[in-house]
């Protein structure tokens, strides 16, 4: 106990000791319960707008709510279209090639991916509120569906097939309309931003390996997705001789598709010529193979896309019978992971022009148009991140570049489908090779590593399982890694011993200030979380740990431990799980004759203190405002000690 | 900006700006690993002492290490043995009655129990670190294996069923052992103290109730054990007339439990009294039923104790066929639950005398002492809360009481167990009754309601889904209702805005202290969790609608916000998703031209500040020290405004 009473009065060495610790004013049961509720489920306060309106005012802001459509359709001009219509015709130029190869993935019919960039785009532009989403489907989730819906029933030409493809598409919808209307949107956070580069870019591999077939003419192909299995396909195939025509076609078409991307990306304006080289490459393509006659060579075509507008398929959705289970097993899957897909595209998107997005209506937007997809022969739709690009770059305004790209899809499939029976396949490939690359994002793994280890490893892990084992077993490893993650941070948190930093009040980590400097006969510790039932165990062993190793240490020469001091600014919340392991704290510290402090614990930490009565345990006299409050009273009003 | 300059240097007003944030010594990616596996799993380092040993003294304590009474026992006395032999005989003569009665829980023969509680607390004395607990079969394990168990082979007479309990017993064990070796023990943390507090007064009701049949004498009764059909079948007895002489019986015993009960509660030096009761009961009664042959009155009487030490039962365990997998599963929740309610009461008594428990060496301990019993016809065991504090009040000093407690167990099924066949039932269900009233916990459930109104409904939820539905239902109900806490604790942190507490250099939320006051210009936002995936995007949200809600407060008279500070210090990492979204945050801010300044990052955080660049976006000179070098820095150098 050294240099008692020196010094204490110094420049900003001490406050005067003027605030207790507040405790704000209580609240009833139904305030505490109605405010949590409303920061879980209604964090943005929805209904705000609709506070002291008139009844037809009420009906007319709901009607916005629901179809933002009509709030910002009133502003609509003339040079809002310009944009719209020159992005919605580029956007149009893009998805219609992409469509049909994309339909392959999910083992569908090339016009079904047409009906459903039809469809699907119209309704979201009355629901959605992204004005940079381009609607439609995509690579993704196409395969994830084809594989889901594979595994349920492997015979994909039959009607079934089709039949459970538009059940699934329907629970999509319905799990998506769900999360909205519930508002749970939260859930789909719980899909790491790690988990889904490694997954997208496991996907985008897998993708692209399974395009070898159409680029190498192989005629028998493995159905698995996994590299050991497709590449074994590949060089199986080789000594049958691949076929030297399709590969000539598909290297060619793929280096010129691979050039303007890279055009594109040197100069930023050039951003067109990217966009409209698929649909260059189908029409050169077909008129190339129509003139010579390739597909007498071997040269495998399309063959045949289906004229006209989409058929209705209500009646072809499972209600009941044995595939309603797998329907909604798999629509909940691929809902899931095409809010995923969705929500990160429009948040990224509203964030660059600084427009706010609401994630539950964006839900429901998506939910609506999934379900009626579902009625008209589209699967599962969502935003598809290059054509959102393209999109945002052609300069659109709002969603009506969606009903562009729409009414042109909608010509397509009215006028033009019988001339793409010529398109050779390994021009689709070779589209799908050139779009799936976007989606390997080596800079963000990158990233991932430099930043943070675990979610370097969560990608990993997410990757390795698509390419390796299956697109389901990738997803599954993202969520695990995802939720592992979160386990650790509850049960784990993190604690640090504080010291006082020379010449000021403030009390730092001495880990990280090595400056800083501890008070004689005084523990100070910062615990980093609340005190959950899930850590408390956890916090009161780790901070004993903390004082056996201090004392061991402190052996030598100083005087012994007389006060631990508890900085409870991060303890935003305690339960009684955590109330009864500071119980046992405060007991043990007792037997060994150590006082137990608290500082500045926050509002309903201090609340459960006194309905507990452990703050009377404690003494309301151990609990301070400040750590320097407390150690002004109770520290040796002096140096401090290392 | 009024007041700029005035006033700025008073006392504690502004410090010294001459700490910059640090950054701790980088460590290598080996560092960081390794670092953060120990935090995990080796929290209390077990290594340690095993540092710059000799190999043989290495051994040694390795062997200590697994087996505790290689260390205790060489500082054994007789002063110990004297407490340990008289609270050993006082557990023995409560465990005994309890034994024969909880067997019937598990819908097995009496002696099974007495076979368990012969071998597992031997083996408990050699391997366990708990001083106090009292091992042995206990009321809510016996009804939740019987009740698992019955699902899977309805008939409870059959071999087969029998087999299965030990091959859940086994699956226990190795449960148990697995999450010590494994070093995963904090899973069980996941089942919180509220869930637990309602799930055994639930299972201590449903457990009440079904004595009703050995109570009343009634012949036909449900195997449901749902409060409904429960009290359904005691009506419909009372149409053919309850036994009265068996009522007789068992009011009188459960009036003499009660009433001991009642006295050693008041008196706390007479809790012999209530522990040797039950024996009485079960002496007299045998008696009573031997001298007037009640028994062929209708007085349902236990009628055969096989006697006789253990058989082997290795070969009775299914390790292949149908009962394979049901085994595991039941094994594994039985072995959860076991452990669940073994480390409570371990945890509890340590506290009490101040020794510390190892979590995973306890598991260890209860998974081999499991694991040997299932090879000797033992059914699953674990730590009894009442002969635990029975234990513990008749001075046991080690282990060793339940050594005395073993041999006496022994001893009756070597010499006495004939004499317990006319032992009548309803002294059996008296003796059951009055002990799992101990485990309703009322007190315990208003503090629920008091402290912690969250914790309270999952109180209700494990207790009404247990007594109205079911046992398995009812732990799935405080399970689901447990992990939904830690989702809402993960998705929802909370943030504060905060203010100056006037004549100091404090900030704190305004919210608990009404007086601080804000300062012009300038929003402070502290964030109370961790920035993960999870929460990093309604974080960014939250922080933005702080700023708009401030901004349309302040629009009226004073100056607009110009600077946004995020108070970091209970920030104690960040990953890539939280990066991401402080990136949008920045540039949001950027395009509405405030500024956004960061307060005490902590050292993860610098760190991932630097890695990621975003440090540099920011500006080094925006990151601060506290929020008091941010404000005498930006603020306006004079008064704070509300």
């Known amino acids: ?290 003139i010579t006659r390739a597909d007498k060579k071997g040269v495998a075509i399309v063959k045949h896309v289906k004229k006209g507008v989409n058929p209705s398929s209500a009646s072809e959705i499972f209600f009941s019978g044995k595939y309603l289970g797998p329907g909604i097993r798999v629509g909940v899957v691929a809902g899931m992971v095409a809010l995923t897909e969705a929500v990160a595209i429009g948040r990224t998107f509203a964030a660059m022009k600084d427009y706010s997005l609401d994630g539950n209506k964006e839900m429901m937007a998506m939910g609506a148009m999934n379900i009626i997809g579902s009625l008209t022969s589209c699967y599962v739709a969502t935003g598809s991140f290059s054509r959102s690009a393209v999109n945002y770059m052609a300069g659109c305004k709002t969603a009506v570049s969606n009903i562009v790209m729409s009414i042109v899809v909608l010509l397509t499939l009215l006028l033009i489908t019988p001339l793409f029976k010529y398109t050779p396949n390994a021009v689709l490939a070779s589209i799908i090779i050139a779009a799936v690359l976007g989606l390997v994002n080596i800079e963000a793994v990158i990233l991932l590593w430099k930043i943070d280890k675990f979610d370097f490893l969560a990608c990993m892990g997410a990757f390795f399982g698509v390419i390796f084992i299956s697109v389901e077993i990738g997803l599954l490893i993202a969520v695990a890694i995802s939720f592992a993650k979160i386990l650790l941070q509850v049960t784990r948190p993190r604690t640090a011993v504080l010291g006082r930093l020379p010449e000021t009040t403030v009390y730092r980590n001495i880990q990280q200030y090595p400056k800083a400097t501890q008070i004689n006969g005084m523990l100070i510790i910062r615990v980093d979380s609340a005190i959950y039932f899930s850590n408390s165990n956890y916090i009161k062993e780790r901070i004993l740990r903390w004082l056996a190793d201090e004392e061991a240490q402190r052996r030598s020469g100083s005087s012994r431990i007389e006060y631990l001091t508890v900085e409870m600014s991060p303890v935003t919340d305690i339960d009684t799980s955590g109330i009864h392991a500071f119980e046992e704290l405060y007991k043990t510290l007792q037997k060994r004759k150590i006082q137990l402090i608290l500082a500045n614990p926050g509002p309903i930490v201090m609340e459960k203190l006194h309905a507990s009565k452990l703050a009377d345990l404690i003494g309301e006299d151990k609990i301070f405002l400040t750590v320097a409050d407390a150690v002004s009273t109770f520290g040796p009003k002096g140096e401090a000690v290392v």
């Not at 802001?61 to 609509?76: A, C, H, K, M, T």
């Not at 392959?104 to 629901?127: I, W």
């Not at 690579?139 to 994830?144: D, E, I, M």
């Open 1 to 290: 106990m050294a240099n008692i009473g020196s010094s204490s009065r110094r420049h900003g060495d001490t406050l005067p000791h003027i605030h207790k610790v507040g405790a704000p004013p209580k609240q009833t049961l139904f305030q505490e319960i109605k405010h949590s509720v409303v920061e879980t489920f209604f964090p943005d306060k929805p209904l705000e707008q609709f506070k002291g309106q008139t009844g037809s005012r009420k009906f007319h802001l709901g009607l916005q709510s629901l179809f933002p459509i009509f709030e910002w359709g009133r502003d609509y001009n003339l040079k809002k279209f310009r944009g719209d219509f020159i992005s919605g015709l580029t956007i149009a130029s893009l998805c219609i090639p992409q469509d049909i190869a994309y339909a392959k993935l999910a083992n569908l019919d090339p016009q079904y991916a047409l009906y459903t960039s039809f469809v699907c785009p119209l309704v979201y532009a009355f629901m959605g509120s992204s004005r940079d989403i381009a609607i439609g489907p995509v690579a993704v989730v196409s395969l994830l569906l084809g594989t889901l819906l594979t595994d349920e029933i492997s015979d994909f030409k039959s009607h079934e097939y089709l039949r459970l493809a538009f059940t699934a598409t329907f629970f999509a919808g319905v799990t998506q309309m769900a999360l909205g209307v519930l508002r749970l949107g939260f859930l789909i956070d719980f899909l790491s931003h790690a988990a889904i580069v490694g997954f997208m870019a496991g996907a985008a591999i897998t993708i692209a390996l399974q395009q070898l077939k159409g680029f190498l003419g192989i005629k028998t192909f493995t159905k698995k997705t996994d590299i050991v299995s497709v590449l074994h396909s590949v060089f199986d195939a080789a000594h049958h001789g691949w076929n030297w025509e399709t590969i000539v076609i598909g290297v060619s078409f793929l280096a010129f598709l691979l050039i303007t991307k890279y055009i594109a990306k040197k100069n930023k304006k050039l951003f067109w010529v990217a966009a409209i080289s698929p649909m260059i490459s189908v029409i050169v393509s077909t008129f190339f193979v129509y």
